[in-house]
Nanobody, 123 residues
Framework: QVQLVESGGGLVQAGGSLRLSCAASGRTFSRVAMGWFRRAPGKEREFVVAVSKDGGSTYYADSVKGRFTISRDNAKNKVYLQMNSLKPEDTAVYYC????????????????WGQGTQVTVSS
């Protein structure tokens, strides 16, 4: 079992930045790939970004490339999402996800999910 708790969401103006954190507990953190998804009001959940177990490989949705950066600290059991140049269309609930294999994370079929943190970007 892996428990995930997100933090760092909030209200920010367009063009601003936020950093989300996801703290993991339970299984050995370095054994799971991690990712972030988001769900905007009235829309389906969508993939945002993922990182491999060792942090050596990252995967980004086209909509966030060049603006968002994922990183992980296996010593602290945390994964981070640095979000820059935020746009109103980035408004959503952001979820942290974990799975033993990267393809499961990318496909939105992670075994473990957090409760989400709200990000609101005002225009």
């Amino acid at each position: 079992q892996v428990q995930l708790v997100e933090s760092g969401g909030g209200l920010v103006q367009a063009g601003g930045s936020l950093r989300l954190s996801c703290a993991a507990s339970g299984r050995t953190f370095s054994r799971v790939a991690m990712g972030w998804f988001r769900r905007a009001p009235g829309k389906e959940r969508e993939f945002v970004v993922a990182v491999s177990k060792d942090g050596g490989s990252t995967y980004y949705a086209d909509s966030v490339k060049g603006r968002f950066t994922i990183s992980r600290d296996n010593a602290k059991n945390k994964v981070y999402l640095q979000m820059n140049s935020l746009k109103p269309e980035d408004t959503a609930v952001y979820y942290c996800a974990a799975d033993e294999v990267v393809p499961a994370v990318l496909a939105g079929r992670s075994s473990y999910w957090g409760q989400g943190t709200q990000v609101t970007v005002s225009s």
